[in-house]
């Protein structure tokens, strides 16, 4: 059996494991949000070092991959099956726990994200998706375009260097998905 320890995962901000803990989460849960949030990480260090122009708020990005999931506290039954009432859910636990809306927005947005979403919304709906080597093509392309219009280059060196990017982060998805497996979802 694989030891829980064996990836090595960044911590979760201290006052979402606080949170967390006061919503009694699932082990599977925060085993998510820690996994999304390690890729947040990498994400996030990997663009910010590849634009350098780039600006935004590296800090809304690593709390929003840790508590995107959260109103699955409420809503357990979509921690192993498909639904989305977590997500307004999710917005108004944080609010309630006085956090601030630009930070609850991560709770109820992180499924969706278009032209019109900024670049933490969309590095937070790509760690969702990249921590287990799912690529959405429209979501990248949109990062694809901030990061080009930043001064990252052609369209063409930017897409090459996102497709790195991530395809080095799907390359530990399957210990991330067995991982994930170790925990209940109870």
């Known amino acids: 059996m694989r030891d829980r320890n064996d990836l090595r995962l960044r ?4 006052e979402v494991t606080l949170l967390l803990a006061e919503l009694a989460a699932p082990p599977r849960l925060v085993a998510h949000l820690r996994l999304v949030h390690d890729v947040a990480v990498r994400l996030a260090d990997g663009v910010a070092a590849y634009c350098p122009g780039l600006a935004f708020d590296r800090a809304a990005v690593l709390f929003g991959a840790a508590t995107h999931d959260i109103g699955k506290t409420v809503h357990r039954a979509e921690l192993s099956a498909p639904g989305s009432a977590h997500e307004p859910a999710g ?3 944080l609010l309630a726990a006085g956090v601030p809306p630009q930070l ?3 709770a109820a947005g992180h499924a969706q994200w ?3 979403s900024a670049v933490e919304d969309l590095l937070v709906s790509l760690a969702d998706k990249a921590w287990k080597n799912r690529r959405v093509p429209d979501l990248e392309d949109l990062l694809v375009t901030a990061l080009a219009r930043a001064g990252g280059g052609e369209r063409w060196e930017v897409f090459l260097a996102l497709d790195e990017l ?3 982060i799907g390359d530990g998805a399957e210990e991330r998905l067995a991982y994930q497996a170790l925990f209940a979802t109870a």
């Open 104 to 106: 609850a927005r991560f």
């Open 166 to 168: 991530l395809t080095a």
């Open 91 to 93: 917005r108004e636990l």
């Open 114 to 116: 278009g032209p019109d």
């Open 11 to 14: 911590p979760l901000p201290d």
